[in-house]
């Protein structure tokens, strides 16, 4: 039973940082493509950032250069690193999984396994 438990969300100035994190259970790094996503309101869920069972990492244009994921395999969670925040950042951010040992895609639709999500808002 895999289980995804996101945290670190919050409130920050333009230009400030957080890191969020996400708590897996019932996954194997292995084998696994793991993502954050996020939603503002209003829109459509995008891809933000993806880590496969290699460590490759691909983002999002939008974030490129300044969120970093990255993958803690013995505590079995998934940080999002976020720099230089800016208002258009804000929103609900989402920890996803896919049995899959690459990512193929960002697109939400591609991701099977969701968590419930951490806000971010950037003022």
């Known amino acids: 039973h895999v289980q995804l438990v996101e945290s670190g969300g919050g409130s920050v100035q333009a230009g400030g940082s957080l890191t969020l994190s996400c708590a897996a259970s019932g996954v194997t790094s292995s084998r696994y493509c793991m993502g954050w996503f996020r939603q503002a309101p209003g829109k459509e869920r995008e891809g933000v950032a993806g880590i496969d069972s290699d460590g490759r990492k691909d983002y999002a244009d939008s974030v490129k250069g300044r969120f970093t994921i990255s993958q803690d395999n013995a505590k079995n969670t998934v940080d999002l690193q976020m720099n230089s925040l800016k208002p258009e950042d804000t929103a609900m951010y989402y920890c996803?999984?896919?049995?899959?040992?690459?990512?193929?895609?960002?697109?939400?639709?591609?991701?099977?396994?969701w968590g419930q999500g951490t806000q971010v808002t950037v003022s």
């Open positions: 996803a999984a896919v049995r899959h040992f690459h990512c193929e895609s960002l697109s939400p639709g591609a991701f099977t396994y």
